[in-house]
């Protein structure tokens, strides 16, 4: 049986909404659950290095097990409760979602806080995640971790 569009756009949001609560837990092994066993990750700075070595969470990954890497390390490097996500927009077509929005965090390492504009874009199939891109202010994080 295939799914109707709509179906496939109501699975998306459903799907959208369960990672992004997930997300607000902050348990990552269970967020993980919602990625295939191969998803297509890009979370990366541009080829030249903007202090990869303070931010190992972007990077490239694939497996379902890197997107749990990935929350781990993320929370490991900035302050416990200091975080907080503004969402301006859900965007869902068929089996794709984008979502715009702010991210506000401050670096564990530096206690710079920053914010970055993101812009993230999912693909869902079969009720797991298959695509995770972000597309982020990298230039304020990078700034907020800087040790000048």
């Known amino acids: 049986m295939t799914a109707t569009p709509t179906g496939t ?3 998306t949001r459903a799907v959208l909404d369960e990672l992004l609560r997930r997300i607000g837990q902050g348990d990552p092994a269970h967020i993980a659950e919602l990625y295939a066993a191969h998803a297509d990750w890009k979370l990366s700075w541009p080829d030249d ?3 990869r070595a303070a931010t190992p969470w972007i990077t490239q990954r694939g497996a379902n ?4 890497a990935h929350y781990r390390e993320l ?3 900035h302050v416990p409760g200091a975080a907080d996500t503004r ?7 068929g089996a794709d979602a984008v979502v715009l ?3 506000r965090q401050t670096a564990l390492s530096t206690g710079r806080a920053y914010r970055a504009r993101f812009a993230l874009h999912l693909t869902v199939e ?3 995640i298959v695509r995770h891109h972000v597309y982020e202010d990298s230039l304020s994080v990078a700034r907020a971790f800087s040790a000048s």
Do not use: F, P, Q
Request: proline share 0%.
């Open 65 to 68: 097990g890197d997107a749990a």
């Open 126 to 128: 079969d009720g797991l």
């Open 101 to 103: 929005g702010e991210i």
């Open 75 to 77: 929370a490991a490097h």
């Open 87 to 93: 969402i301006e927009r859900v965007l869902v077509d």
């Open 49 to 51: 290095d903007h202090g």
């Open 9 to 11: 756009a109501t699975t």
